[in-house]
Nanobody
Framework: QVQLVESGGGLVQAGGSLRLSCAAS????????MGWFRQAPGKEREFLAA????????SYADAVKGRFTMSRDRVKNVVYLQMDSLKPDDKAVYYC????????????WGQGTQVTVSS
């Protein structure tokens, strides 16, 4: 099993930045795909970004491309989501997720962290 714990959420003004962290523990995640999602009130969970832990390109949703950057620290076993130029529409609970690289769906989820953007 993979355990994921997010942190770094909070309140920020429009145009500001936040960096979310996701600490992975349990099984080694070297063959896992790590992802970031968010869910706003009354809306479905939305994909934001994903990448293979061991390397390669990162895929981004159009809504965040150019503003959000996903990265990882191999030593600390942490993935990050750097969020810049935040907008009020970015307000949501943000989730870190993981799946075995051959699986179709993400099946390991963190507890989520709230991000609020004031106008």
């Amino acid at each position: 099993q993979v355990q994921l714990v997010e942190s770094g959420g909070g309140l920020v003004q429009a145009g500001g930045s936040l960096r979310l962290s996701c600490a992975a523990s349990g099984r080694t995640v070297s063959n896992y795909v790590m992802g970031w999602f968010r869910q706003a009130p009354g809306k479905e969970r939305e994909f934001l970004a994903a990448r293979l832990w061991s390397g390669g390109d990162t895929s981004y949703a159009d809504a965040v491309k150019g503003r959000f950057t996903m990265s990882r620290d191999r030593v600390k076993n942490v993935v990050y989501l750097q969020m810049d130029s935040l907008k009020p529409d970015d307000k949501a609970v943000y989730y870190c997720a993981a799946k075995w690289r051959g699986d179709p769906k993400f099946d390991h989820w963190g507890q989520g962290t709230q991000v609020t953007v004031s106008s």
